[in-house]
Nanobody, 118 residues
Framework: QVLLVESGGGLVQAGGSLRLSCAAS????????MRWYRQAPGKERELVAG????????TYADSVKGRFTISRDNAKNTVYLRMNSLNAEDTAVYYC???????????WGKGTLVTVSS
């Protein structure tokens, strides 16, 4: 059974920082592209950041470039999202996604809520 478990969310003041973690089990973690998505109330889910299997390729949404950093530790089966300079627009449920091309295998965590107070 594949499990992705996010943690690290919470309430933070604007300008503050949080680090999200996503611990994976039941899969060969180093074979999966990992991504963070978020969904704000009343909005569609959007891609925040992605990282390739070895960490060599990293992408960010324009809205978080320069503020968020994605990283992974394949020895710990964990992907991280460091979020700095948070603002109210970052308030959302953050989801971890694992995808293994070209198989199409795709897994999601249940999400962790980040609330930024202004």
């Amino acid at each position: 059974q594949v499990l992705l478990v996010e943690s690290g969310g919470g309430l933070v003041q604007a300008g503050g920082s949080l680090r999200l973690s996503c611990a994976a089990s039941g899969l060969t973690f180093s074979s999966y592209f990992m991504r963070w998505y978020r969904q704000a109330p009343g909005k569609e889910r959007e891609l925040v950041a992605g990282i390739s299997t070895d960490g060599g390729v990293i992408t960010y949404a324009d809205s978080v470039k320069g503020r968020f950093t994605i990283s992974r530790d394949n020895a710990k089966n964990t992907v991280y999202l460091r979020m700095n300079s948070l603002n109210a627009e970052d308030t959302a449920v953050y989801y971890c996604n694992a995808r293994r091309p070209p198989t199409g295998l795709d897994y999601w965590g249940k999400g962790t809520l980040v609330t930024v107070s202004s």
